[in-house]
């Protein structure tokens, strides 16, 4: 089966989180401690938070999550996960976000000795600020896990559709930002 969407799926997925992620997340440094008030928070990407919490995890489980960042206080008893979800068109990354809950609950089946677990979706405000979206914020809210949004900064063109001679006026995301203290404000009131 062939996907015949208008860059969704695949490689353009790829991309296109791995800039939303660079964009929010790359001024922050895989070990790297940061304070909050009187509370010091080390920060890692993705497979660096696997070899930091070994001895912690739950040796039954193989499947090895991977947050997009996660802050760990130094006793590894407290983590704050940061997913980070980009979509520029339909798809079903606004699905994903629906899993939270469930994802909350793995988290602490694979590492019972964190005593507490905190979730936020980080995602592209251009697109779910739209009406539809608010069942899944609301639901999200509802077991606690904040939806914070970032915003497109400018965009760039694409001249050329794959495979076809034809010029087009498409406008994709060049970059995003976001106001990093609501991200500090919320861990601050779960400390």
Not at 31 to 53: A, I, N, S, V
Not at 71 to 78: G, I, P, W
Request: charged fraction near 25%; glycine fraction near 8%; charge should be positive.
């Amino acid at each position: 089966m062939r996907n015949r969407g208008t860059g969704a799926g695949g490689a353009n997925t790829n991309k296109s989180g791995l800039q939303f992620e660079d964009s929010i997340l790359g001024h922050l440094k895989n070990g790297q401690e940061y304070d909050f008030g009187t509370t010091t928070l080390r920060f890692f990407k993705k497979g660096e938070f696997l070899r930091e919490m070994q001895d912690l995890k739950n040796v039954e489980f193989q499947h090895n999550k991977q947050p997009d960042g996660i802050y760990v206080s130094k006793d590894k008893k407290t983590i704050f996960i940061l997913e980070l979800k980009n979509q520029n068109e339909s798809g079903s990354v606004d699905e994903k976000l629906m899993i939270g809950p469930g994802l909350l609950y793995h988290y602490k089946v694979m590492y019972p000795s964190i005593e507490n677990i905190h979730l936020c979706y980080i995602v592209n405000g251009n697109f779910f600020r739209q009406k539809k979206y608010e069942v899944t914020v609301n639901f999200l809210k509802q077991h606690n896990i904040p939806v914070f949004y970032a915003d497109t900064i400018s965009y760039k063109l694409k001249m050329n559709d794959l495979g076809s001679s034809r010029w087009s006026d498409c406008m994709i995301p060049f970059g995003y930002r976001m106001d990093h203290t609501i991200i500090h404000d919320w861990i601050m009131s779960k400390l």
